[in-house]
Structures are given as C-alpha cells and as structure tokens.
C-alpha cells in the first residue's frame, strides 16, 4: 500500500508522467527526522524498465546482497506485460539466492508494516554445477538444472586466462596454434587426446584435465544465452566454484560478451522494425546482477570479465544491457565502471580509500557527510544513501524487508534450519 506519492529514482520527471509507476522496483522508504528514532517517509521506487548502470556498496554485513535480493524480487513481481520483456541474470557468488523461492514467514509482522507479505519468488529459474546438483536435491533445494558451458564459446583469451597460460608460454602458443587452425575448442577430451608426448603437450594436457574435472563444459551443452528467457529470472550459482576462482570470472565474461553480441544485432532488427511501424522484439531488455563484483572487475588485475562488464557499462545502455554490481570495496572496482554507474546505493561505507574513490570519481558524491548521517542511526541494517544520476537527487533509505526467505544472513550455532 503506498499511500504517500512515491519518489522515483533512475526515471526522468517526464517519463514518470508517461509511463507512472509501472516497470519501477519498490526498494524502500525515505528516512526521516534526525534523532534517535527512525521515521519512515515516502516509498521509493527504482526503474528498471530500462538500462541503467547501478551500484551497490557497502560495508560488509550492513545490506548490499539483501538489497540485490529486494530488486530481485520486484523483477519477479512485475506484471507479466512488463516483466515478459525483461530477462534477469544473476551471478549468485555466495549460493544463497536459492532460498528466495520460499516465502519469508519470519518477518510477516514486520513486512504487514510496510504494506507486502511474505511471497516466494514465482520465476526464479536455479541452475547450479553439475558436480553438485545431487547434494543440492539431496537437501531439498528446488534446484532446475545444471549449468553447463559449451567449450566452444570460449575465446582463446578466455582459454588462456582459465588455464593459467599466456603467449609467452610454450604451452598457451601451442593452444593459441590449435585455436587458430580450427577457430574453436570443441571439445577438451578431443584436444586431450590429439595432443603428443613432448613436455609442452604435457604441460597442456595437464592443465586441461584441470579444467575438465570441472565439470563444467560439455560439448553437447546449449548456449550460454539460452539459459535467459524472458519474464525469469535465471539465478547462476558459481558459490561451488570457489577453489576455482578463474571460473566464476568465465561465467560471467561469456554470459556478458554472448549477450552482447546478441543484443547488438536484435537491437538493429529491432530497429528495423520500429521504421516499418512493427512492434519491436518481445525481450529488449537484458539484466546482469553481479554480487562481490570487484571480483569480476578488479582495478588491478585482469580478467576476461573485467573487459566485458567495461563494455557493458559504457555502450550497454543502446542495446538494453543493464547491471546491478555490488561491493564492499569500491576502491578495488574498475573506475571505467564507476563512472559510468547512473544510481548508487550506499550502504555504510567507512573506509576512507572507498569514499575517496568515490569522491574522486563522482564529485556530485558527497559522501562523508551522508555517512555521518547512517552512522548516527547507530547500527540499523538496510540503511542507505542513493544517489540519482538521471533526477540528480539524494537520499537516505530504508531498504524494505525480503517478502521471500534471505539465506544469507551469518551462520549461527542456534539456527538449525531456514524453511
Ligand atoms: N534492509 C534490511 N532489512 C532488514 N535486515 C537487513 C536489511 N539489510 C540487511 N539486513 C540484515 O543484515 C544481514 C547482512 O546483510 P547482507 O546483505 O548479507 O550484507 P552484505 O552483503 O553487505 O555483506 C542480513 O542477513 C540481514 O539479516
Ligand atoms: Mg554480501
């Protein structure tokens, strides 16, 4: 129930009188007065109807993934004639989103006051590695399948970043040569055995059995893209891949520049079709949520990931490519993505190396005196300031309660099960 005029954040004043509140997430509410007490104003809502670059920082254990699962859930509930039109990934680093297709019962008082209930979400597709897809069932999370990635949508970049290897090395020229002879790697267990018994084909074949006790490619595995479909929202949970950290960095990398590519060409179609007074394609909009995201594209390293969620921010909004990244350490992040992020949502920050950064690279940010602000309310999670690019506004927010189940909260000995 929103009874006071909401705000609308990320969606010009014009586009509010034309399209209202529809394809708008509602994350919260307006924090009011000074004192001790929290009073809570007007609702706020988030666009997400269109591209939009959006950050999400924050100390650790103060709200960043809960929030990601806030904006999760209203991409869930938004009516089909909106949300059929969008398709949601997200890059699950912890493994905890799978609980949101439960109902969170525990807070149904506190969620009564802020006009929801408690709802699982209804499109929420898991998929998870094949390695660990038993155990999953085993312990009754409604899982939907594997993911799998086919070998052949891997650049060689990508080949030589997963098998630790780069031109310099014997072993990355002798697979940049088989790369570039047959323009692909179709199959590990194939290249495995063509290659020979010299000391360089061994160290190759070394390092791709590596890969192949994975578990994760198969030749026979569909494209990445056909994981989304429109109206769900695909949750990948890389958390398994862990010991394994070149992974992750590959899921999101292919998923990023696989999209990509796609969205480039359906966008000219689409295009096309709008001159012909055609209605446009049925899935304009592509979402990428990435948690702990200064692991995909660190300042000061460079993964494949790195560069694709660079292109993403910049030239991402044209085809319909949004982001939500979220991190502790936004010092850590690439700057290209920094400064092309048109909302932020700021959990308490208190490194002064993050504020800086910040600060830096977004004067309109002005961070220390908003934070002093949060660190009066004393230590009250889901607290935040946004910060509006596209309505040039800020404010400070309560993040509303999750309506479904949030598994990320830290293990306690006293906790013995979620459902
Ligand atoms: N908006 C909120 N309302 C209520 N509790 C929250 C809110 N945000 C976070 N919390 C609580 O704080 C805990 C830590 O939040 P989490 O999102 O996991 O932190 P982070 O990802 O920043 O490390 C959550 O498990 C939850 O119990
Ligand atoms: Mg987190």
């Known amino acids: 129930m929103l009874t006071e005029e909401p705000i609308v954040i990320g969606r010009k004043k014009k586009d509010v009188q034309r399209y209202g509140y529809r394809g708008t997430a509602y994350i919260g509410r307006v924090v009011l007065g000074k004192g001790e007490a929290l009073a809570l104003g007007r609702p706020v809502l988030l666009d997400i ?18 929030t990601l699962g806030v904006i999760l859930e209203e991409f869930d509930r938004l009516p089909f004639s909106v949300r059929g039109r969008l398709s949601v990934v997200n890059v699950d680093t912890a493994g905890v989103f799978w609980s949101s297709k439960f109902p969170n019962k525990e807070d149904e008082e506190l969620l009564k006051q802020w006009g929801l209930t408690p709802r699982g979400m209804q499109n929420l597709l898991l998929y998870v590695p094949k390695k660990v897809l038993d155990h999953y069932r085993k312990a009754g999370i409604p899982v939907d ?23 310099d090395h014997p072993a990355g020229s002798l697979l940049a040569e088989i790369y570039e002879e047959k323009g692909e790697i179709e199959d590990i267990d194939a290249l495995i055995a063509s290659l020979g018994d010299d000391e360089v084909s061994r160290t190759l074949k070394a390092r791709l059995k590596i890969v192949k006790g994975w578990e994760i490619f198969d030749p026979s595995a569909p494209s990445v893209k056909e994981y989304l479909k429109p109206g769900k929202i695909v949750n990948i949970d890389v958390s398994t891949f862990r010991g394994d950290r070149r992974l992750p960095s590959i899921v999101v990398s292919l998923i990023g520049r696989r999209l990509f590519e796609e969205r480039m060409l359906a966008k000219k179609g689409e295009d096309a079709a709008l001159l012909r007074g055609e209605s446009p394609s049925s899935m304009p909009i592509v979402w990428m949520v990435v948690d702990e995201a200064h692991l995909f594209a660190p300042r000061n390293d460079d993964p494949p990931s790195r560069e694709v969620l660079r292109i993403w921010a910049k030239v991402g909004r044209q085809p319909g490519l949004g982001m939500i990244l979220a991190t502790q350490q936004p010092s850590d992040l690439d700057d290209g993505i920094i400064t092309q992020a048109d909302v932020f949502i700021s959990h308490r920050l208190t490194s002064k190396l993050d504020l800086d950064a910040l600060a830096k690279i977004k004067p309109t940010y ?4 908003l934070d002093k602000e949060i660190s009066r309310l004393g230590h009250e999670k889901g607290l935040a300031i946004v910060l509006d690019d596209v309505t040039e506004r800020i404010l400070l927010i309560k993040v509303r309660p999750r309506m479904s189940l949030h598994a990320g909260s830290s293990a306690s000995a006293l906790r013995t099960s979620y459902l």
């Open 49 to 66: 109807s269109e591209s939009h670059v959006i950050l999400v920082l924050g100390k650790r254990g103060y709200g960043k993934s809960y």
């Open 145 to 167: 399948g594997a993911f799998l990635l086919n070998p052949a949508e891997l650049s060689l970049e990508e080949w030589l970043w997963l098998l630790k290897l780069n031109l």
């Open 366 to 369: 002005i961070p220390e005196a």
